[in-house]
């Protein structure tokens, strides 16, 4: 008796159940959008026993109905004007329609038909709706035991309902003052179209296809978390563990801890075994974020892993293997570093296999600041619960001229506190509160130019850890001492600020 056999078959009421159940966890992850929409697509068609599923969204720009994602094997895109066909009725009009003969319905489209060289027989097609606005409309074909009932009905309009709410969280964007959606971004949660993304997207899932270790560089606060989930997301590890190591945060002492992992009496305090992040992660990914602070001493240890995947646990003797795929991310100069003698350049040279650089936000656009301001004010309003909130008309101009040292998460910061103390409907340059600032970016290294444009003078011949310390101390003496404002500007953490203060 083979397996299937012996687990039930789930019901058409439980697969309907967690479709719904599962939708919102479906939107979590930074996976890549088609696959993410493809995927609840095969879902649909299931729960609703129907051949094929296509989810269609309107172009807020233009208006035309886009077949977004959909069990299409013969054509990759499907545009119908407004009001064209059954799907341009429901996107007009709002109504849920259910055809028993496609052929026989006034509304249906031959030219449509003849594009996708697809028998249609049946049909439901639905709008989806959020707050008000028709943004898409969701379609099933063909039912295979004869035609839609009105127990589908009932169920893909509570469907649609969810997917509207769902879209709310995805790079898909809705403006509430007009019909239709926006894409702004390739992969979900991840905000960006700008040529210089579009570039990072492409070695992104060109590098997920495969195990290879991939190094991140890039200023602070530009996402290189969010891109190394991403990686991770759409490869073929996604269902093992994403392990975040932060060696920013790490006292040097525990740094191989936390790493490895400890044996029980390895040093006092050691009352049990503790496994560390590399066994955590076994199966999947580990993510050393900001692998530039890595004691040297450890950066060793850490080439024999990447080599053989092997290591030991503090205190013991067995030697271990983990199966784990490496990302590494760095705001840091690792090659200047290596030259230096501050890393290893062995290391430096196993962690580049795939290098992936990603632009500060200053070199992305204004259309990129723009949908990331739109973004945090949607998120941050439905936070905070403040209605729906706008963006004033000299506000992205201003946005589009800051420099935005910390690029990312500065902007996301900034929109944040506006949105919490606004007053009104509308977010305006003063709620914003910029500071004046220097216009190039903030790096972990000042350049001679940019210290001198800070007023600060860096004598030629330094070396480079007396260069950093100097410059980190002359701007915590600018900023009267605040350490945490200090970090801000420079771009680092307080623990890092610290560090560099004690010239460690």
């Given at each position: 008796m083979t397996r299937a056999m012996l687990v039930p078959r789930m019901s058409e009421h439980e697969q309907r159940f967690e479709l719904l159940a599962d939708l919102g966890a479906m939107i979590a992850g930074e996976v890549e959008l088609d696959d993410l929409l493809g995927t609840f697509a095969d879902r649909v068609s299931r729960a609703l026993g129907a051949d094929r599923t296509t989810l269609w969204l309107i172009d807020g720009a233009t208006g035309e109905i886009r077949s977004r994602v959909a069990n299409l094997p013969e054509l990759p895109e499907l545009r119908v004007p407004p009001g064209h066909g059954?799907?341009?009725h429901v996107a007009r009009t709002g109504e849920l329609v259910n055809i028993r003969d496609a052929h026989a319905d006034p509304r249906w489209s031959e030219q449509i038909a003849a594009k996708i060289g697809y028998d249609t027989r049946s049909m439901l097609t639905v709008p989806i709706v959020r707050r008000e606005q028709i943004r898409g409309v969701l379609q099933v074909l063909n039912k295979r035991d004869g035609a839609f009932t009105a127990r589908d009905e009932e169920f893909i309009r509570v469907l649609a309902e969810q997917i509207g709410r769902a879209l709310d969280y995805t790079t898909l964007r809705g403006d509430d003052a007009q019909r239709g959606m926006s894409l702004r971004g390739r992969f979900n949660h991840v905000i960006g179209t700008s040529p210089a993304m579009a570039a990072v997207y492409e070695m992104i899932v060109r590098a997920a296809q495969t195990d290879a270790t991939v190094l991140l560089h890039g200023e602070t606060g530009t996402g290189k978390g969010l891109l190394a989930r991403a990686i991770h997301v759409n490869s073929a590890r996604r269902e093992a563990p994403f392990v975040h190591v932060d060696c920013t945060?790490?006292?040097?002492?525990?740094?191989?801890?936390?790493?490895?992992g400890h044996e029980r009496g390895a040093y006092t305090g050691a009352d049990a075994?503790?496994?560390?992040?590399?066994?955590?992660a076994n199966g999947g990914t580990l993510f050393l974020d900001e692998l530039g602070e890595l004691p040297l001493p450890l950066q060793g240890k850490l080439l024999r892993f990447v080599q053989e995947?092997?290591?030991?646990?503090?205190?013991?003797?067995e030697t271990l293997t983990a199966d784990v795929r490496i990302v590494a991310a760095?705001?840091?100069?690792?090659?200047?570093m290596a030259n230096a003698g501050q890393f290893r350049s062995d290391l430096y040279f196993r962690l580049r296999v795939v290098e992936i650089e990603i632009p500060p936000l200053r070199e992305r656009g204004a259309a990129d600041i723009a949908d990331l301001a739109a973004h945090f004010v949607d998120q941050f309003a439905r936070r905070y619960r403040k209605g729906p909130l706008r963006l004033g008309d000299d506000v992205l101009p201003a946005l589009g001229e800051y420099a935005w040292p910390g690029n990312v998460r500065e902007l996301e910061n900034?929109?944040?506190r506006a949105v919490v103390l606004s007053q009104g409907p509308t977010i305006g340059i003063k709620d914003l509160a910029l500071e004046p600032r220097r216009t190039t970016g903030v790096v972990a290294i000042p350049t001679a130019a940019a210290a001198e444009a800070d007023g600060i003078h860096l004598p030629p011949g330094l070396p480079l850890e007396e260069a950093e310390r100097r410059y980190a101390k002359a701007m915590l003496e600018r900023l009267d001492g605040n350490q945490s404002a200090a970090a801000r500007a420079l771009g680092i953490s307080r623990n890092k600020l610290a560090r560099l203060l004690k010239g460690e």
């Open positions: 059954v799907v341009g945060t790490l006292p040097a002492a525990l740094v191989e801890s936390e790493l490895f075994r503790v496994l560390g992040k590399v066994e955590a995947r092997t290591f030991e646990r503090i205190g013991g003797r760095t705001n840091r100069d690792l090659a200047a900034t929109l944040e």
